[in-house]
Protein backbone atom coordinates (compact mmCIF):
# COMPACT_ATOMS: atom_id res chain seq x y z
CA UNK A 1 0.00 0.00 0.00
CA UNK A 2 1.05 3.52 -0.94
CA UNK A 3 1.43 6.12 1.59
CA UNK A 4 2.27 9.73 2.56
CA UNK A 5 4.31 10.82 5.76
CA UNK A 6 2.59 14.22 6.38
CA UNK A 7 5.75 14.96 8.91
CA UNK A 8 8.76 13.74 8.70
CA UNK A 9 12.49 15.47 8.85
CA UNK A 10 14.53 14.23 5.85
CA UNK A 11 17.50 17.03 6.70
CA UNK A 12 18.53 14.72 9.56
CA UNK A 13 18.36 10.98 8.02
CA UNK A 14 20.57 9.02 5.30
CA UNK A 15 20.05 8.65 2.00
CA UNK A 16 19.68 4.97 2.87
CA UNK A 17 16.85 6.25 4.55
CA UNK A 18 15.12 7.59 1.36
CA UNK A 19 15.98 3.95 -0.15
CA UNK A 20 14.15 2.21 2.87
CA UNK A 21 11.37 4.75 2.61
CA UNK A 22 10.74 4.07 -1.05
CA UNK A 23 11.06 0.53 -0.93
CA UNK A 24 8.32 0.36 1.95
CA UNK A 25 5.89 2.17 -0.23
CA UNK A 26 6.12 5.80 0.67
CA UNK A 27 5.13 8.41 -2.35
CA UNK A 28 5.14 11.81 -0.34
CA UNK A 29 7.06 13.33 2.34
CA UNK A 30 6.17 16.91 3.93
CA UNK A 31 9.03 18.31 5.63
CA UNK A 32 8.45 20.65 7.90
CA UNK A 33 11.05 23.25 8.98
CA UNK A 34 12.47 22.92 12.17
CA UNK A 35 15.12 23.02 15.09
CA UNK A 36 18.48 21.89 13.99
CA UNK A 37 19.29 20.14 17.30
CA UNK A 38 21.42 23.39 18.63
CA UNK A 39 19.86 27.24 18.37
CA UNK A 40 21.05 29.27 15.24
CA UNK A 41 22.48 32.54 15.87
CA UNK A 42 21.50 34.24 12.84
CA UNK A 43 18.76 34.94 9.74
CA UNK A 44 21.29 34.10 7.49
CA UNK A 45 21.33 30.80 8.70
CA UNK A 46 17.83 29.57 8.19
CA UNK A 47 18.17 31.44 4.72
CA UNK A 48 20.62 28.84 4.36
CA UNK A 49 18.13 26.00 6.42
CA UNK A 50 14.79 27.53 3.63
CA UNK A 51 17.16 26.75 0.97
CA UNK A 52 18.37 23.29 1.59
CA UNK A 53 14.44 22.55 2.28
CA UNK A 54 13.75 24.20 -1.10
CA UNK A 55 16.62 23.12 -3.56
CA UNK A 56 18.36 19.86 -1.68
CA UNK A 57 16.18 17.66 -0.07
CA UNK A 58 13.48 17.26 -3.35
CA UNK A 59 16.73 16.19 -5.30
CA UNK A 60 17.46 13.59 -2.84
CA UNK A 61 14.10 12.25 -2.41
CA UNK A 62 13.90 12.29 -6.62
CA UNK A 63 16.40 9.56 -7.28
CA UNK A 64 13.77 7.21 -5.13
CA UNK A 65 10.54 8.32 -7.03
CA UNK A 66 9.27 10.10 -3.41
CA UNK A 67 7.87 13.58 -3.75
CA UNK A 68 9.18 16.21 -1.32
CA UNK A 69 7.38 19.36 0.26
CA UNK A 70 8.48 21.32 2.69
CA UNK A 71 6.82 24.02 5.11
CA UNK A 72 8.99 27.13 6.50
CA UNK A 73 9.01 28.93 9.77
CA UNK A 74 11.30 29.37 13.06
CA UNK A 75 10.49 26.74 14.93
CA UNK A 76 8.50 26.98 19.12
CA UNK A 77 11.87 26.41 20.84
CA UNK A 78 13.97 29.28 18.65
CA UNK A 79 10.92 31.69 18.87
CA UNK A 80 11.72 32.51 22.06
CA UNK A 81 14.22 34.38 20.76
CA UNK A 82 11.90 37.10 19.71
CA UNK A 83 14.30 39.40 17.72
CA UNK A 84 15.97 36.75 16.05
CA UNK A 85 12.38 35.09 14.56
CA UNK A 86 11.33 38.51 13.11
CA UNK A 87 14.33 38.53 11.12
CA UNK A 88 13.07 35.00 9.93
CA UNK A 89 9.90 36.13 9.07
CA UNK A 90 10.92 38.58 6.92
CA UNK A 91 13.06 36.16 5.06
CA UNK A 92 10.26 33.23 4.46
CA UNK A 93 8.30 34.83 1.59
CA UNK A 94 11.41 35.27 -0.58
CA UNK A 95 10.63 31.05 -0.35
CA UNK A 96 7.10 30.79 -0.43
CA UNK A 97 6.92 30.74 -4.17
CA UNK A 98 9.19 27.60 -4.42
CA UNK A 99 7.69 24.47 -6.04
CA UNK A 100 7.43 22.57 -3.30
CA UNK A 101 6.52 24.71 -0.32
CA UNK A 102 3.02 24.04 1.34
CA UNK A 103 2.90 26.73 3.69
CA UNK A 104 4.16 27.99 6.99
CA UNK A 105 4.94 25.48 9.71
CA UNK A 106 5.57 23.73 11.82
CA UNK A 107 4.70 26.77 14.32
CA UNK A 108 3.40 26.12 17.61
CA UNK A 109 4.46 26.67 21.21
CA UNK A 110 7.16 24.56 23.40
CA UNK A 111 7.12 25.72 26.70
CA UNK A 112 4.06 27.75 26.36
CA UNK A 113 5.76 31.20 26.79
CA UNK A 114 4.61 34.61 26.19
CA UNK A 115 7.79 35.09 23.56
CA UNK A 116 6.45 31.53 21.63
CA UNK A 117 3.15 33.00 21.42
CA UNK A 118 3.68 35.93 20.39
CA UNK A 119 6.04 34.63 17.67
CA UNK A 120 3.06 31.86 16.50
CA UNK A 121 1.01 34.77 16.12
CA UNK A 122 3.06 36.80 13.99
CA UNK A 123 3.36 33.43 12.04
CA UNK A 124 -0.58 33.09 11.72
CA UNK A 125 -0.52 36.79 10.48
CA UNK A 126 2.12 35.62 8.00
CA UNK A 127 0.19 33.06 6.87
CA UNK A 128 -3.10 34.74 6.29
CA UNK A 129 -1.23 37.54 4.39
CA UNK A 130 -0.14 35.00 1.92
CA UNK A 131 -2.91 32.97 1.98
CA UNK A 132 -0.65 29.67 2.91
CA UNK A 133 -1.89 26.53 5.14
CA UNK A 134 -0.26 26.11 8.17
CA UNK A 135 0.92 22.90 10.18
CA UNK A 136 1.41 23.37 14.15
CA UNK A 137 3.68 21.83 16.53
CA UNK A 138 2.26 20.95 20.01
CA UNK A 139 4.14 21.22 22.78
CA UNK A 140 5.95 17.52 24.65
CA UNK A 141 4.63 15.42 27.35
CA UNK A 142 3.37 17.58 30.54
CA UNK A 143 2.97 21.00 28.77
CA UNK A 144 0.72 19.15 26.13
CA UNK A 145 -2.34 20.07 27.21
CA UNK A 146 -2.33 23.49 28.39
CA UNK A 147 -0.07 24.59 25.02
CA UNK A 148 -3.00 22.63 22.72
CA UNK A 149 -5.50 24.98 24.71
CA UNK A 150 -3.60 27.94 24.07
CA UNK A 151 -3.27 27.14 20.04
CA UNK A 152 -6.73 27.01 20.04
CA UNK A 153 -7.12 30.12 21.93
CA UNK A 154 -5.06 31.70 19.37
CA UNK A 155 -6.57 30.38 16.37
CA UNK A 156 -9.70 31.26 17.12
CA UNK A 157 -8.41 35.24 16.80
CA UNK A 158 -7.50 34.66 13.07
CA UNK A 159 -9.83 34.40 10.28
CA UNK A 160 -8.37 31.25 8.69
CA UNK A 161 -10.37 28.39 7.24
CA UNK A 162 -9.99 25.59 9.86
CA UNK A 163 -9.62 23.17 7.15
CA UNK A 164 -6.26 24.43 6.04
CA UNK A 165 -4.59 23.68 9.62
CA UNK A 166 -2.88 20.82 10.40
CA UNK A 167 -2.65 20.76 14.59
CA UNK A 168 0.25 17.97 15.02
CA UNK A 169 0.92 15.37 17.72
CA UNK A 170 -2.20 14.73 19.24
CA UNK A 171 -3.07 12.41 21.75
CA UNK A 172 -5.70 11.34 23.73
CA UNK A 173 -6.45 14.08 25.80
CA UNK A 174 -5.94 16.34 23.11
CA UNK A 175 -7.49 14.83 20.03
CA UNK A 176 -10.97 15.54 20.69
CA UNK A 177 -10.77 19.27 21.19
CA UNK A 178 -8.84 19.63 17.88
CA UNK A 179 -11.45 17.66 15.78
CA UNK A 180 -14.62 19.35 17.36
CA UNK A 181 -12.86 22.96 16.85
CA UNK A 182 -12.75 21.77 13.10
CA UNK A 183 -9.20 21.53 12.47
CA UNK A 184 -6.91 18.57 11.30
CA UNK A 185 -5.55 16.39 13.36
CA UNK A 186 -1.87 14.56 13.42
CA UNK A 187 -1.23 12.05 15.38
CA UNK A 188 2.91 11.38 15.67
CA UNK A 189 4.29 7.45 16.34
CA UNK A 190 7.51 8.29 18.34
CA UNK A 191 9.39 5.66 19.96
CA UNK A 192 9.50 7.02 23.19
CA UNK A 193 6.90 9.53 23.81
CA UNK A 194 3.72 10.46 21.90
CA UNK A 195 1.69 7.81 20.29
CA UNK A 196 2.61 3.94 19.52
CA UNK A 197 0.72 2.37 16.93
CA UNK A 198 -1.28 0.79 18.71
CA UNK A 199 -2.48 3.89 20.65
CA UNK A 200 -2.67 5.39 17.44
CA UNK A 201 -5.23 2.95 16.28
CA UNK A 202 -7.21 3.44 19.43
CA UNK A 203 -7.84 7.09 18.37
CA UNK A 204 -8.93 6.39 14.84
CA UNK A 205 -11.54 3.60 15.73
CA UNK A 206 -12.79 6.23 19.20
CA UNK A 207 -12.77 9.32 16.81
CA UNK A 208 -13.30 8.24 13.21
CA UNK A 209 -10.88 8.75 10.18
CA UNK A 210 -12.15 11.87 9.38
CA UNK A 211 -9.71 14.52 8.97
CA UNK A 212 -7.14 12.75 10.58
CA UNK A 213 -3.42 11.91 9.76
CA UNK A 214 -0.28 9.88 11.04
CA UNK A 215 3.25 10.74 10.72
CA UNK A 216 6.59 9.43 12.06
CA UNK A 217 8.32 12.90 12.44
CA UNK A 218 11.37 10.95 12.42
CA UNK A 219 14.36 13.36 13.04
CA UNK A 220 17.37 13.56 15.11
CA UNK A 221 16.67 12.08 18.33
CA UNK A 222 14.98 8.62 18.97
CA UNK A 223 12.49 7.90 16.05
CA UNK A 224 11.85 5.72 13.38
CA UNK A 225 11.26 7.04 9.70
CA UNK A 226 8.90 3.90 9.07
CA UNK A 227 6.30 3.91 11.74
CA UNK A 228 3.96 4.56 9.20
CA UNK A 229 3.73 1.24 7.87
CA UNK A 230 3.72 0.04 11.73
CA UNK A 231 0.42 1.44 12.07
CA UNK A 232 -0.45 -0.09 8.77
CA UNK A 233 0.24 -3.27 10.02
CA UNK A 234 -1.70 -2.72 13.31
CA UNK A 235 -4.92 -1.64 11.47
CA UNK A 236 -4.45 -4.68 9.60
CA UNK A 237 -4.12 -7.02 12.66
CA UNK A 238 -6.91 -5.67 14.14
CA UNK A 239 -9.12 -6.74 11.12
CA UNK A 240 -9.54 -2.95 9.33
CA UNK A 241 -10.59 -2.49 5.82
CA UNK A 242 -7.79 -1.97 3.32
CA UNK A 243 -9.95 1.12 2.26
CA UNK A 244 -9.52 2.72 5.94
CA UNK A 245 -6.24 1.86 6.15
CA UNK A 246 -5.43 3.87 2.64
CA UNK A 247 -7.81 6.84 3.90
CA UNK A 248 -5.91 7.30 7.11
CA UNK A 249 -2.05 6.92 5.73
CA UNK A 250 -2.88 8.23 1.82
CA UNK A 251 -5.99 9.67 0.83
CA UNK A 252 -6.52 11.91 3.81
CA UNK A 253 -3.00 13.75 3.97
CA UNK A 254 -3.60 13.73 0.08
CA UNK A 255 -6.50 16.07 0.86
CA UNK A 256 -5.34 18.14 3.02
CA UNK A 257 -2.18 18.99 1.36
CA UNK A 258 -4.21 19.39 -1.91
CA UNK A 259 -5.00 22.94 -0.71
CA UNK A 260 -1.81 23.95 -1.77
CA UNK A 261 -1.37 24.83 -5.41
CA UNK A 262 1.84 23.26 -5.51
CA UNK A 263 0.78 19.82 -4.16
CA UNK A 264 0.64 17.69 -7.27
CA UNK A 265 1.00 13.91 -6.86
CA UNK A 266 0.40 11.05 -10.24
CA UNK A 267 -2.48 8.76 -9.60
CA UNK A 268 -1.69 6.09 -7.68
CA UNK A 269 -2.99 3.65 -9.75
CA UNK A 270 -0.58 4.66 -12.88
CA UNK A 271 1.57 3.37 -9.89
CA UNK A 272 0.46 -0.87 -10.14
CA UNK A 273 0.18 -1.87 -7.06
CA UNK A 274 2.61 -2.34 -4.15
CA UNK A 275 2.01 -3.75 -0.44
CA UNK A 276 3.32 -3.02 2.47
Same mark, same amino acid.
Given at each position: ??? !???? &??????? +???? #?????????? =?????? @?????????????????? &? +????????? /???????? @? *?? !???? #????????????? =???????????????????????????? !?? /??????? !???? /???? =?????????? /?????????????? =? #?? +????????????????????? @???MTLYPVSKCT??????????????????????? @??????????? *??????????? #??????????????????????? *????????????
Open positions: MYY !IDPH &LHMVSRT +TDDY #ETLAKMGCVA =ISEPAF @WAGFDRGSGDSFRDYFRQ &L +TEVENKRAA /QYGIAHFT @W *LC !INAK #EAENVELSREVLK =IIPEFLDCPNVLGIGEIGLNKNTRNEAI !IF /QEHMELA !IKYD /QQVL =IHTPHLEDKY /QGTRMILDMLASHK =I #ER +TRVLVDHVEEHTIGAVLDAGY @WAGPARAVDMIEQHGAERLCVNSAGD @WGPSKPTAVPD *LILEMRRRGHS #ESLIRKVVYDNPHEFFSQSKNFK *LPDPAQRGQNVV
